[in-house]
């Protein structure tokens, strides 16, 4: 009745010239389909008198499993063997060794704004403050009125503004109007630094941009004095531009402080000596600082006789500048890939 070997002979042979899982699956389904070989013995199987049906069933099974078995082993050869083929075609030498392949790649680098940023939120969120930012677009009251700034003000000249055709809307000409929004928004004791872009109508050169960037910082509580003003703004000069930066507070005129101060640092190129960056003093201007006006705490809804506080503001540029030797502040937004590669970090 069956010829099992030859049978199975036959495909072992069929089996060993197949290469594609394509004709692997055609010939498969010659032995194990519907019209295949298998199904033929099954037809015969019906025709048999019970007694010879129990013997030629049970050889049936056997040889259905491992004509089964010797399809499935051939696909698992056949799927590694494109795996392996695969591999050996690769693009990528998984060999190389890593420096080598950096060496021959353009790779970006963080911008020295974002690196200081960030050196300036890791130093402050640590210190309990948030960091907050606000509208590109503000108004004449949060820009001007809310900050003491008078109407008569040189600072809103067209020169100095972008204002809008409204006349009452402009580019936020500096950080502040953050403090007047935080006041507004958060209820006190509260403490941030803001982080933000803002915009003057002015002349570009060697030191101004008519977009720049400024990092604001603002604690509101209680008894707030000049005291706490230093400690905070020692920590930020120590921590960053290093424990030998040497600091020195002047009296400074700012409409949103009273009393106001200007603090320079020792210049970071001469130590002092003397050089164009620092035009010779020794000194650069830092920040400028104060304790919030009392107009400006109740233009933010505060009780100026229950809470206070301090507020300084600094130019990231300038911040950068200093923090990594930086003499001509249009690098900082000329996106020349030769600058910004020097900060690379890996
Ligand atoms: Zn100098």
């Known amino acids: 009745m069956l010829e099992e070997e030859q049978l199975i002979n036959k495909l072992t042979h069929s089996l060993s010239t197949i290469e594609s899982e394509a004709s692997l699956f055609q010939l498969k389904a010659s032995y194990l389909g519907k ?11 019906k025709n048999l008198k019970p007694e010879e049906k129990k013997e030629f069933g049970q050889k049936l099974n056997i040889l259905k499993q491992v004509i089964s078995g010797l399809f499935e082993e051939k696909l698992q050869a056949i799927v590694q063997q494109e795996i392996n083929q695969k591999l050996s075609q690769s693009a990528y030498d998984t060999s ?22 960030r050196e300036m939120e890791d130093l402050f969120y640590a210190m309990g403050f948030s960091i907050l930012d606000g509208p590109f677009v503000e108004d004449e009251f949060h820009n001007f009125t809310a900050l003491n700034i008078p109407a008569d003000h040189p600072a809103r000249d067209m020169q100095d503004t972008f204002w809008f ?5 402009c580019l936020r000409t500096h950080a ?3 403090e007047i929004r935080a006041m507004q928004d958060l209820t006190p004791p509260f403490k941030f630094i803001a982080p933000a872009k803002v915009f003057r109508n002015e002349e570009i050169d060697a030191s101004h941009e008519a977009a720049f960037h400024q990092i ?6 209680k008894n707030i004095g000049v005291q706490h003003m230093l400690y905070f703004l020692n920590t930020l000069v120590q ?3 290093g424990k030998e930066t040497k600091t020195r507070l002047r009296s400074g005129f700012f409409p949103f402080v009273e009393p106001g101060f200007e603090l320079d640092v020792s210049c970071h190129l001469c130590h002092g000596a003397g050089c164009s960056f620092c035009k010779d003093s020794g000194w650069i201007e830092f920040c400028g600082c104060g304790l919030t006006h009392p107009n400006v705490l109740i233009a933010g809804g505060l009780d100026p006789s229950e809470w206070s506080g301090f507020a300084f503001g600094l130019g990231w540029d300038r911040f950068a500048m200093i923090r990594y030797g930086i003499e001509d502040i249009r690098h900082i937004q000329g996106a020349d890939l030769r ?5 690379r970090s890996y």
């Open 35 to 45: 019209s295949g070989v298998m199904q033929q013995y099954n037809e015969q199987l």
């Open 96 to 117: 190389l060794r890593a420096e080598f392949i950096r060496a021959k790649r353009h790779q970006g680098g963080y911008h020295p704004l974002t690196l200081v940023k």
């Open 165 to 169: 055709s409204d006349k009452i809307h």
């Open 176 to 178: 502040s109007p953050i």
């Open 216 to 221: 604001e910082g603002m604690v509101i509580d």
């Open 239 to 241: 921590e960053i531009l």
């Open 339 to 343: 600058f910004s590669t020097q900060f």
